[in-house]
Nanobody, 132 residues
Framework: QVQLVESGGGLVQAGGSLRLSCAVSGRTFGNYAMAWFRQAPGMEREFVAAVTAVAPLADSPEIYYNDSVKGRFTISRDNAKNTGYLQMNSLESEDTAVYYC????????????????????WGQGTQVSVSS
């Protein structure tokens, strides 16, 4: 059974930083896509960032960000630890949401990377609250 567990959320003042972690257990993935989504109260689930699996003809994965977090958030992963990360800097009150990690042991193309239904596994979410 594959499980994803997010951690690192909390309460932070505007301008502060947090690093979210997403630990994958149950099996290892040599090549996988990982994404972060968030959902604020009363809002739809929103794509935040993703790093793809390595495409068949590519040498490295592709990275995507929501325009609202570009320059502030950085997505990364440590394959050896089966852990993904979302480094969040210069946090704003608008970043307040439950953040979800998602993963898929496959390549997801650029048209599908933003879609929640492209991902096979999801974490339970971690709350990020930014005060102003």
């Amino acid at each position: 059974q594959v499980q994803l567990v997010e951690s690192g959320g909390g309460l932070v003042q505007a301008g502060g930083s947090l690093r979210l972690s997403c630990a994958v257990s149950g099996r290892t993935f040599g090549n996988y896509a990982m994404a972060w989504f968030r959902q604020a109260p009363g809002m739809e689930r929103e794509f935040v960032a993703a790093v793809t699996a390595v495409a068949p003809l590519a040498d490295s994965p592709e990275i995507y960000y929501n325009d609202s977090v570009k320059g502030r958030f950085t997505i990364s992963r440590d394959n050896a630890k089966n852990t993904g990360y979302l480094q969040m800097n210069s946090l704003e009150s608008e970043d307040t949401a439950v953040y979800y990690c998602a993963a898929a042991p496959k390549y997801i193309n650029s048209r599908s990377i933003y879609r929640p239904n492209s991902y096979d596994y999801w974490g339970q979410g971690t709350q990020v609250s930014v005060s102003s």
